[in-house]
Structures are given as structure tokens and as C-alpha cells.
């Protein structure tokens, strides 16, 4: 099981995947958000514009 385990977090890139992660360019251009700023507690603030989705 643990190899099982270890082979899919390789196939996956589940380490790297914080440093190296591209979103598609699908979601680049017609994605509507956006980073607004760090809260008290350090979690990202996100604004995501629902009107400006293009969901075709």
C-alpha cells in the first residue's frame, strides 16, 4: 500500500506542485478572480466576480 501511495504522489507531482503549478490558460483568460490582500490570521483574500464569468 505505501508503495502504491508513493508511485501516485510521483505520477501526480504531489511535492512539487506548490513550487511548479501553472494554471491552465483556459482559466488565465476567462477565470474572474482575483487576490485582494493577507487577513489578520494570513489567509489569502480572493474576490471571485461570478457576473464576469465567461462559463461557455
Do not use: N
Not at 503549478?21 to 483574500?45: I, M, N, Q, T
Request: with cysteine; glycine share 8%.
Amino acid at each position: 500500500m505505501l508503495r502504491k501511495h508513493i508511485s501516485w504522489r510521483k505520477e501526480f507531482q504531489i511535492d512539487t506542485i506548490l513550487t511548479d503549478y501553472e494554471p491552465p490558460e483556459v482559466l488565465l483568460k476567462y477565470g474572474a478572480s482575483s487576490f485582494v490582500c493577507f487577513d489578520k490570521e494570513g489567509s489569502a483574500v480572493r474576490i471571485q466576480d461570478w457576473g464576469h464569468l465567461d462559463g461557455k
